[in-house]
C-alpha cells in the first residue's frame, strides 16, 4: 500500500494531473510548488477514491475532459460542499456504530448488575429455608387434596388442575414471609454473623443495610399485595399463618424482645412456625377453599380436628413430626454458631450445656422421632407402608452413626454446619413423601 500523503497522479502520455492551490484550475504536465495537504485530501474524498490503486484511477479521471471546471471559485465551493457531506456522512457512520457499540455494552452491564442483584437476594433469602417452605407449603397442601375427601366425604376428588392456583398462590405468600423473616434475622444479627456466618451478604459487605431493609420492608406490602389483589385464594387460615409466622419472626430478631436470647423461647418460636402455623394452618387453608368451591360451610376445628385425630389419627402424628423436626433444626443451628453467640450473650442451647450434648440431645430426639413415625406406618395405618417405614429406621440409624463419629473426632464447626445441611436434606425428604403417605 502506498501512503496517501506519497500519492503522485499520473497519466501514461498526458504527464502529471495534478490540482493545484487553486481548487478550480486543472494542468496538465509538471506543476511545480507541489499539492497541500488539504488539498490532495479533498481531492480524494471528492472523487471517492481507494487506498489501493488510487494513482491509477485518479489518472483517468483527471484526464477527463469533464472534469475540467470553467469556474475556479464555484468548483472550489463544490469541493467543499461535497467535502463536507461526505465528512457528515462518515461521522454519521461512525457515530451509529459507537452508539450501537455502547447500547450493547450498556445492555450487557445491565444484565450483569441485574444478576449480581439476583445472586445476592438469593445468598440474603437464604435458599435452603426458601426451599424448605416451598416444599412445606407445596406438600401440605397436595396432601390436603388427597386426605380432605376421605374427612368430609362431600368433598369429593379434586384434580390437581383445580388447585394448582391457590397452591401456587400459598407458596408465593410464603416464600415472601420468609424472605421478611430471615432477613429481619440477618439485619440485628450482622454483629454476629460476621464471627459465625461472614459469607453472609450483609455480613460481608455485598448488600448494604439499607439494602437489606428494603427487601424486608418490601416483602411484606407485596404479601399483602398479592391478598388484596386475589381475594378469591385468601382464607382466613391463609391469613392467620403468614400474620401468626410474620410476628413471630419479628418476636424472635428484633429488639427489645428479641426472643432468641432465651433457648426455650426460641424452640418455642421455631416449633410453632414450622411444626403448627405451617402444616396446621396450610392444610386447613387447602380444606376451607375446597369447601368453598363445593359451596360448603367450614367446620369448628374442634369437631374437625376430633374427626381427624380419631378416624385418621396419621395426620396428627405428621404435625407431632414436624413440630419436633422443627425443634431439633433449631438445635442443630445453634451449634456451629457458639463463638459468636457466646461472645454477644446469646445463651442458646449449645452455649449453655455444650456442643457435644447439644449434638446428642438433637440427633437423639430426631431419631425417637423417627422411630415413631416408622411405627406409626406399620401399625398405626389401615395399610402398613413397609418402605417408608424402614426409610425412617434408617434415617435413625444414620443420625446416630453420624452424631458419633463427629464427636468421636471432636468436629469444627464447618463440619457440624455441614451435618446441619444434611439435616435439611431429611428435611425436604419427608415433604416430598408426604403426599403420597395414604
Not at 189 to 197: A, C, G, Q, S, T
Request: glycine share 8%.
Amino acid at each position: 500500500m502506498v501512503p496517501l500523503f506519497n500519492l503522485q497522479l499520473r497519466s501514461g502520455n498526458a504527464g502529471v494531473a495534478t490540482r493545484d492551490s487553486r481548487c478550480g484550475e486543472l494542468a496538465t504536465g509538471r506543476v511545480g510548488g507541489g499539492i497541500r495537504l488539504g488539498e490532495r485530501r479533498r481531492m480524494f474524498v471528492m472523487c471517492g477514491l481507494a487506498w489501493q490503486g488510487a494513482p491509477a484511477r485518479a489518472t483517468s479521471m483527471f484526464a477527463s475532459s469533464s472534469l475540467v471546471r470553467r469556474s475556479p471559485r464555484r468548483d472550489c465551493a463544490d469541493c467543499r460542499r461535497t467535502v463536507a457531506v461526505r465528512v457528515r456522512n462518515a461521522r454519521r457512520v461512525r457515530c451509529h456504530s459507537s452508539g450501537q457499540e455502547s447500547a450493547v455494552e450498556r445492555r450487557q452491564y445491565a444484565l450483569a448488575r441485574l444478576w449480581s442483584l439476583a445472586r445476592i437476594i438469593g445468598k440474603y433469602s437464604r435458599p435452603h429455608t426458601v426451599l424448605g417452605s416451598v416444599l412445606s407449603v407445596l406438600s401440605v397442601s397436595l396432601f390436603a387434596l388427597r386426605y380432605a375427601p376421605l374427612v368430609h366425604a362431600s368433598i369429593g376428588s379434586v384434580s390437581l388442575r383445580v388447585a394448582a392456583l391457590p397452591i401456587l398462590f400459598a407458596v408465593i405468600c410464603a416464600v415472601l414471609v420468609n424472605v421478611y423473616i430471615t432477613g429481619l434475622n440477618q439485619i440485628f444479627d450482622v454483629d454476629v454473623d460476621r464471627i459465625n456466618k461472614p459469607t453472609l451478604p450483609l455480613a460481608s459487605g455485598e448488600l448494604g443495610i439499607r439494602a437489606g431493609w428494603t427487601i424486608v420492608l418490601a416483602a411484606l406490602p407485596a404479601c399483602a399485595g398479592l391478598a388484596a389483589a386475589f381475594p378469591a385464594l385468601v382464607t382466613r387460615e391463609l391469613l392467620m399463618t403468614l400474620a401468626g409466622s410474620a410476628l413471630l419472626g419479628t418476636l424472635y430478631s428484633a429488639p427489645p424482645v428479641r426472643l432468641k436470647r432465651f433457648p426455650l423461647a426460641a424452640s418455642i418460636c421455631i416449633l410453632s412456625v414450622r411444626g403448627l402455623l405451617v402444616n396446621v394452618g396450610f392444610f386447613l387453608s387447602m380444606f376451607r377453599l375446597l369447601l368453598r368451591r363445593k359451596g360448603l360451610a367450614m367446620p369448628s376445628y374442634s369437631s374437625l380436628w376430633s374427626s381427624i385425630a380419631v378416624s385418621r389419627p396419621l395426620l396428627a402424628y405428621i404435625v407431632f413430626f414436624f413440630t419436633g423436626f422443627g425443634v431439633c433444626i433449631a438445635l442443630f443451628k445453634d451449634i456451629p454458631d457458639i463463638a459468636g453467640d457466646a461472645q454477644f450473650s446469646l445463651r442458646s442451647f449449645a452455649v449453655r450445656i455444650g456442643a457435644s450434648k447439644t449434638l446428642w440431645l438433637a440427633s437423639g430426639l430426631l431419631a425417637a422421632l423417627y422411630i415413631g413415625f416408622s411405627s406409626v406406618l406399620l401399625f398405626g395405618h389401615q395399610t402398613p407402608n413397609v418402605a417408608m417405614a424402614t426409610y425412617h429406621l434408617m434415617a435413625a440409624a444414620w443420625l446416630l452413626k453420624e452424631t458419633r463419629d463427629l464427636v468421636a473426632a471432636s468436629a469444627s464447626a464447618a463440619q457440624i454446619y455441614d451435618f446441619y445441611m444434611r439435616v435439611w436434606g431429611l428435611f425436604y425428604l419427608e415433604y416430598c413423601a408426604l403426599p403420597w403417605l395414604l
